[in-house]
């Protein structure tokens, strides 16, 4: 046991998280930041442990020092310090996650209601093996849901392989006590579209076929595939982006009102919505960037797309003739990330001149705004509009206030709620889109990096 760290921490423990995969990229970057800010700012209950899980032979100071070094974590280590310890396990190793039960019996003994979140930042593979020793060394138990297990995306590379991971684990733990991540769900632009919709008179009485003409999903990237060509090379951009974050930013708009802001009622209309999706494939592309099978780790002939225009149909009255675009790529001209409904004309537009179609913006980078565009006078002349933008941008007025996507989820599994969490349901019919892109295989094209997507204001 790690009594070294145990002497630090000194005081019982109401919260412990675990994170696995802890010294891997997605923990440097996004979770210890995340749980850094919730700590620092008091958003958790009181004594909240950290237990930081890695195969590597460290300390817990070695572990600060690797995390110091790595450069890739910004925060203060000094904060993560009093709260972390670091813990010797292997997944596959029953035996090694010994050290973790005796911690955790010295962390919770005589304490009641202790909520434990095992957050798993590992590939998927490691889902099953995780879990059956977490069971099998008492750290987990079926029904207690107050120790609940987050697995990262992706859940699965393949329909087949996420079913089978999912029966596994519905048949193991109860459906309550499993999180699956997908981050974009923590995006405040991103949960901002349920207010957006249907709060606001103004836009839930436009949401139709009557005024809206097309509606744009745009995630564009500069980078490329960076250092995760073998990561990249098996799943590519329909795994990676469209299967989770974007099918499930499209049910967000196009879902009905839901019966309650309940996760189980959102989670209702979502499926209800992405089972209505029709995709397109005349109107669709794939692509691959001009060198991407020359990037570390990726097959010479890989067909993996890096790059993904996909037009959308959804079969119902509300939307018959939208047509839903999602657009995402690697190497691309710039780094934006944005919604755009565009409406159509209005009855009296003929009656001026330089009138622009009125649109609605919801952008999520790089700034975190929501802006309406709409015609009016400007400078006195006879019958001439001009472009308006109502904007309202987050990151600009409060940039402390706009929470990162992680630290919403680990408030969200804090608290034992699940909005934030997309339900296998969702992913399950995600799936069948995926399948269906799958079978009617797009156009396919090799682009040149920089390809200029054109963006919301060309
Ligand atoms: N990085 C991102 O931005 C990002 C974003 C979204 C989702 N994800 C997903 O999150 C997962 C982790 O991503 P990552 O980028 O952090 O990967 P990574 O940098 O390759 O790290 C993998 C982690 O898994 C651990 N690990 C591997 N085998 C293990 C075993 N047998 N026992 C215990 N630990 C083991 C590694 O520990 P060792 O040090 O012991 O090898 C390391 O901490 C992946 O599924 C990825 O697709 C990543």
Redesign the pocket.
């Known amino acids: 046991m790690n009594l070294e760290a145990m002497r630090f921490i000194k005081k019982m423990s109401k919260l412990i998280i675990t994170l ?11 979770l210890l930041p995340a749980l850094e800010n919730i700590i620092k700012n008091e958003k958790h209950p009181e004594n909240v442990t950290i237990l930081a ?4 032979k460290f300390t817990s100071e070695d572990y600060l020092n690797f995390v110091v070094e790595s450069k890739l974590f910004k925060g203060d280590i000094n904060l993560l310090r009093k709260h972390l310890i670091y813990v010797e ?4 190793q029953s035996a090694t996650y010994e050290n973790l039960h005796l911690l955790y019996k010295g962390l919770t003994k005589n304490i009641a209601d202790v909520r434990t979140i095992f957050y798993l ?4 593979e ?1 889902f099953m093996p995780i879990t059956e020793n977490l069971k099998a060394n008492k750290l987990i138990k079926k029904g207690d849901l107050n120790t609940i297990i987050a697995f ?3 859940f699965g590379h393949t329909f087949e392989d996420a079913l089978y991971i999912n029966e596994y684990l519905e048949k193991e733990l109860h459906r309550n006590q499993i999180y699956r ?1 997908d ?1 974009y769900l923590g995006k405040e632009m991103i949960q901002n579209i349920i207010d957006l919709r249907f709060s606001n008179t103004l836009v839930s009485a436009l949401w139709s076929n009557k005024y809206i003409s097309e509606v744009k999903v745009i995630v564009s990237e500069k980078d490329g595939i960076l250092n ?1 060509g073998a ?1 990249y090379d098996e ?1 590519g951009v329909l795994n990676d982006m469209v299967q989770s974050h974007l099918l499930q930013v499209l049910a967000l708009l196009i879902m009905d009102i839901p019966k309650s802001l309940s996760s189980k009622d959102i989670s209702k209309a979502k499926i209800k919505a992405l089972k209505k999706v029709k995709y397109d494939a005349s109107n669709s592309l794939l692509g691959q960037y001009d060198g991407y099978r020359q990037e570390k780790g990726v097959s010479e002939d890989s067909l993996i797309s890096t790059l993904a225009f996909l037009t959308f149909a959804v079969e119902d009255k509300r939307f018959a003739g939208v047509p839903f675009y999602l657009f995402t790529g690697k190497k691309l001209a710039k780094k934006e990330a944005y919604i755009e409904v565009i409406l159509k004309d209005a009855p009296g537009s003929h009656l001026f001149k330089n009138t622009s179609a009125n649109r609605l913006i919801i952008e999520l980078a790089p700034e975190s705004r929501i802006s309406l565009e709409i015609n009016g006078r400007t400078d006195g002349n006879n019958n001439e509009v001009s472009k308006l933008v109502l904007d309202h941008c987050f990151t600009c007025l409060f940039p402390s206030a706009v929470k990162e996507a992680y630290e919403a989820l680990f408030i969200e599994m804090i608290n034992g709620h699940r909005t934030l969490f997309p339900s296998w349901e969702e992913i399950s019919v995600s799936w069948d889109i995926i399948c269906q892109i799958r079978d009617e295989k797009p156009r396919y094209i090799i682009y040149e990096p920089g390809f200029n997507l054109g963006g919301k204001n060309e």
């Open positions: 696995f995969g802890a010294t891997g990229d997605l923990t440097l970057r996004k899980i890695g195969r590597r396990v292997d997944a596959y930042a590992v590939s998927p490691l990262e995306k992706p991540v981050h995760r990561y799943v």
